[in-house]
């Protein structure tokens, strides 16, 4: 049979999901029922559904492809910080002619992610980035402090509520625990938040590539209406970067273990807050600066990130959200959500 790309199993999947969509099996038993479709990833669908409650909630429906590790439902039973999105519930169905295995993943359910936030509600006032900002950072530093590497954080990622202010990292399909000397594929996350590392091909990279995406998102959340580095393939990112931190020297190659050389011509760096649409908050200037560095070893850590002194009128709460009501980051408590504490329940349909 002839092995399937990544790019004909996801039309494949997409065929599959447009003939059933809005037909999301769920067994009686689970006690859910549709309400209906909100995102199409690339290997899923994301439902909004309700509960035998009244409950609105979300399920993410996974074709678990025996081919591929998956690794989410495994990274996601460890996870439990305010700042990243509870798994509360799942199931496994069994689906189709060929009958495949499908994972369920329910979560709480958000209005949106950071992708629509720009596009529904506009570029956030200074206050509000800062609130998003350090809370991604809070997500970002908790995922690290217990060996994971999330290696997609992009606005599509990020879940918010913009009444509340609270924010939600999500989908840890392409998380991996990280291992020293263990090599990890380079090509992984979405393009225009790769790290540098990755786009010259390393395969020992560290946890700092999610630092350099979200940073990336907190630039696009400055910029407001496109995202900060932009390439068409891998070497027109490394064009991007280059133009805008100026191009690596050669100890920047070394510390990035890449498989290839810089060939392009030597550029300068530019100033950061032009890049930034004359974005003027000097504070959150510096902390970018400190973390579009080619040495992942020189970035800032995520932790490092959430002690920067431009958070420090979130942790004041000086935040005013758009309904007028003051924000205060969660407290770092582990029953946010009053999660449900049950273990999976497996329904074959
Ligand atoms: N709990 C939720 N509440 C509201 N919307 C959600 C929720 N979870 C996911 N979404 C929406 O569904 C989209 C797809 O979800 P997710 O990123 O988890 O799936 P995916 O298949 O891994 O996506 P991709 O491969 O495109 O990154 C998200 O970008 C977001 O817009
Ligand atoms: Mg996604």
Sequence with gaps: ??????????????????????????????????VRHIGRGTFGAVFEVQDSTGHHLSIKKVLQDPRFKNRELEICQKLDHPNILPLLHYFFTKEGIRPEIYLHLVTPLFPMDLSMYLKLIGPPSNYILKAFAFQLFCAVSYVHSINVCHRDLKPKNVLVDPGSGLLQVCDFGSAKSLVPNEPSVSYIATRNYRAPELLYGSTSYGTSIDVWAAACIIAELIIGKRALFLGENNDGMIQSVAQIIGSPKPEDIKAMKGNKPYTGPYIPPVKLSVVLDNYNDDQMVDLLSRLFVYSPLKRMTAYECTLHPCFDCVKRGEVILHNGKRFFPPADTKTNFGRIKTLASTCYI
């Design 1 to 34: 049979m002839k092995p399937k790309t990544s790019k004909n199993r996801e039309k494949n999947d997409y065929n599959y999901l447009k003939q059933t969509d809005g037909l999301l099996l769920l067994d009686k038993a689970c006690g859910f029922s549709l």
